[in-house]
């Protein structure tokens, strides 16, 4: 009896050891690569990181991209450590959600593209065409209103409160002659199938919506944020990992002459690879 107990027991010890021998076998497969984990949106910053991937592969880091949906999840998978970073979002909205949510200890380690804002219509051709009482549509985000309603001031169309600049509100209007409605807001994800669905009379769309929406947006951009004031996109990491090898080879993959080529490829100008 103790001759089988004893064969048995040598059985199990060889197949543990040849399971560990495999193990490292496929680390090897692997060439040893460090994983990162990014979340971000759908478009445009999914897909540059995708041109990223081989960039990064080749300086040893594979990465999984996580795709999210919306503006809150991608922060709140970062704080869980769910994700290594996040890329779709701007200093303004960073800091508004850095405000409100005393556990989100993050930083920026990178400045990416920029997406400017536009005002789309399918009724009129410029944002002096729109009739008294125009009702507009725009993302309930109120970190956008400081970047959408100088658009509606530089037009001539409304005016704010002095010294309000990117913290501007829809209450800091001072000005309004046409008495354009600006009391539908919604989540920025549905602004372009609001659009499509030809509501409002103008839909302010943040550029990733408008081109993962399929709107033309040369055809029905009525009016853009002036590239001189568009916020950068933000690669995000919880501050502890700001000095990751890995992460600051992300970022000087992303700032690449290559991605540079492949943004202004790709978007012809709807979306600009930040400096």
């Keep these: ?141 109120l970190s956008d209103h400081g970047r959408i309603l100088p658009i509606f001031e530089k037009a001539g169309l409304i005016k704010l409160k002095k010294g309000v600049g990117a913290n501007a509100r829809v209450e800091d209007i001072v000005s309004n002659p046409k008495k354009l409605d600006f009391s539908t807001l919604i989540e920025a994800k549905l602004l372009a199938s609001s659009f499509q669905s030809g509501e409002g009379d103008a839909v302010v769309i943040n550029t990733n919506y408008a081109l993962e929406g399929g709107i033309d947006i040369k055809k029905y951009g009525i009016a853009f944020e002036g590239s001189d004031v568009v916020p950068a996109n933000l690669v995000v990491v919880r501050s502890e990992d700001k000095d990751r090898p890995e992460i600051k080879t992300l970022i000087e993959v992303l700032k690449s002459k290559e991605i540079q080529k492949f943004i202004k490829d790709k978007y012809h100008g709807a979306v600009l690879a930040a400096e």
């Design 1 to 141: 009896m103790k001759k089988v107990f004893s064969l048995i027991f040598v059985a199990l010890l060889t197949f543990a050891l040849t399971a560990c021998s495999g193990a490292k076998n496929d680390t090897a497969k692997n060439d040893g690569n460090k994983k990162l984990v990014v979340g971000a949106s759908a478009v445009p910053h999914a897909e540059v990181l995708e041109a990223a991937k081989p960039l990064l592969k080749k300086k040893g880091i594979d990465l999984e991209i996580k795709v999210f949906q919306d503006y809150v999840l991608p922060n709140v998978a970062l704080r869980d450590k769910e994700l290594d970073a996040n890329y779709f979002q701007t200093p303004g909205y960073l800091a508004l959600q850095m405000k409100e949510n005393k556990d989100f200890h993050f930083v920026s380690v990178g400045e990416i593209h920029k997406e400017p804002i536009g005002i789309y219509s399918k009724k009129y051709k410029s944002l002096k065409d729109l009739p008294t009482g125009a009702k507009i549509i725009m993302s309930n985000s």
